[in-house]
């Protein structure tokens, strides 16, 4: 069974950074595309950032580029968030995804829990 499980959000003071982790555990047939969501209060979830597997290629929404670097480590089965020059608007529970087989046809998005980042001084 495929489980994501995410860590390393906390309180930070604006201007920090902070570096989410989220580790994959189960079998996968295949692999196609990681992603980093968010969700701050009273609004909807929103991509942040996305990492295809086979070429590692990464996009990130405009209001992270520049500030947000997301990477794979495939021997620790964890992708990251490596977040920097935060801003209390970043406040939000962030969740990861993968798109993914876990069986030769059977394809499906997995979610995480969440792990919830607050920016303030």
């Known amino acids: 069974q495929v489980r994501l499980v995410e860590s390393g959000g906390g309180l930070v003071q604006p201007g920090g950074s902070l570096r989410l982790s989220c580790a994959s555990s189960?079998?996968?047939?295949?692999?196609?595309?990681w992603g980093w969501y968010r969700q701050a209060p009273g609004k909807q979830r929103e991509l942040v950032a996305s990492l295809t597997e086979g070429t590692r290629n990464t996009n990130y929404d405009d209001a992270v580029k520049g500030r947000f670097t997301m990477s794979r480590d495939n021997t620790k089965n964890t992708v990251y968030l490596q977040m920097d020059s935060l801003s209390p608007e970043d406040t939000a529970v962030y969740y990861c995804n993968v798109d993914a087989k876990w069986s030769s046809t059977a394809r499906r998005v997995f979610w995480g829990q969440g792990t919830q980042v607050t920016v303030s001084s």
């Open positions: 189960g079998s996968f047939f295949a692999i196609y595309t």
